[in-house]
């Protein structure tokens, strides 16, 4: 068993006992089960997965990190921290193509390479948003 808490600096989306949690990082794709050893990675943009009671709930997550430690009562804490994040059932395939669509518009439009960067992460973000949506949209 883990202890999940997963903190975007609009909300805490996620604090509950699970399974096993599966998170895209850095250097590839990790699942935390329960006396895993402890770490700290970078993660990046992706699909994570929380497993609980035999079934498994997506998450579209964008840049963070991940703080997976030992935790009171024999529990391992898996604490995520992340710029954004939202359950497939919130994602709108539409609404993330539209936003996707808007991104890459306005780094065409954008004559100086300053905000080179930050357009890039907005695509990025809808561009992850739009790929999870696609996936999990025909299992909706």
Request: net charge neutral; no cysteine; charged share 30%.
């Amino acid at each position: 068993m883990l202890k999940l808490r997963v903190v975007t600096p609009d909300k805490v989306a996620v604090d509950e006992i699970i399974d096993s949690v599966s998170i895209p990082t850095t250097s590839g794709v990790i699942t935390v089960l329960s006396k895993h050893i402890p770490l700290v990675s970078t993660i990046k943009s992706g699909e994570m997965i929380v497993h609980k009671g035999g079934t498994g709930v997506s998450y579209a997550v964008f840049k963070g990190l991940v703080n997976v430690r030992p935790h009171r009562k024999g529990l391992t804490e898996v604490v995520v921290l992340l710029e954004q994040t939202e359950s497939v059932e919130d994602l709108d395939h539409a609404r993330a193509a539209e936003a996707l669509a808007r991104a890459k518009a306005m780094k065409d439009e954008k004559d100086d390479d300053v905000d080179f960067g930050i357009f890039e992460g907005m695509i990025e973000r809808e561009l992850n948003r739009v790929k999870i949506a696609v996936k999990h949209r025909k299992h909706l």
